[in-house]
């Protein structure tokens, strides 16, 4: 397990935790054990309430920020998706080993077999995961991060809405966990985007970022 995830998992109140594997998480999901299965994602086995509050606010609650931003950057991605012949999912599972399940708000995935419906995408078949970050940013810059370069993705985007940049993280380190390639872009910038078939495009970094934040981190 890497740190930050253990040191989130350590402070937790409960220290009697069980590690699932990703059929025995869906099996929870599928027998009404989760209230909410929308609510949640599995990360190195543990089960965690995604957070999509404000800046030091209640995680439970969802905001309204990030809601807009979802909104907003759903047609952009899609027109993208297409251009690229890729398909668009949003904050749907991905599976990326054994004991990972993580949701992210977007992902690029390349269509599909038929024969594949009764599974979520592999790291193979993903060429861009997308997490919308404000109070959820340290957990997306690491316990995220570690896990979406271990399975070897090789593009991961953090519209970092706190900050009101856009983190680009590319060649990933499978062994190490980490990205080997890191850019820091804003409202101006132009980011590159390639997909399966090489096939670069260019978007316009303002189209990913709202108006800036001005509530206190916590």
């Not at 309204?64 to 931003?69: A, V």
């Not at 993705?153 to 980490?178: C, K």
Request: hydrophobic share 35%; net charge negative.
């Amino acid at each position: 397990m890497n740190q930050v995830l253990l040191e989130e998992v350590i402070s937790h109140p409960d220290s009697s935790l069980v590690r699932f594997t990703v059929d025995q998480y869906q099996r929870l999901a599928e027998d009404g054990v989760l209230a909410d299965g929308s609510q949640y994602e599995l990360l190195d086995g543990y089960i965690f309430h995604k957070n999509r509050a404000d800046l030091g606010a209640d995680e439970m609650i969802h905001s309204p920020r990030h809601s807009r931003r979802l909104a907003k950057l759903t047609p952009i991605l899609s027109r993208a998706a297409e251009s690229l012949g890729v398909d668009l999912y949003c904050q749907l599972p991905l599976q990326v080993n054994p004991h990972d399940a993580p949701e992210p708000d977007f992902s690029l995935v390349i269509p599909l077999p038929s024969d594949a419906e009764d599974r979520h995408p592999g790291p193979s078949e993903v060429c861009l995961v997308v997490e919308v970050a404000l109070s959820s940013l340290k957990r997306d810059r690491e316990v995220k991060l570690s896990i979406y370069a271990r399975a070897g993705i090789p593009e991961y985007w953090i519209v970092n809405l706190a900050d009101q940049q856009l983190e680009v993280y590319q060649q990933p380190d499978t062994n190490a966990g980490v990205f080997q390639f890191q850019r820091t872009l804003r409202t101006g910038d132009l980011v590159t985007l390639t997909g399966p078939q090489n096939n670069p495009i260019q978007l316009n970094v303002v189209d990913y970022l709202g108006e800036a934040e001005t509530s206190p981190r916590s």
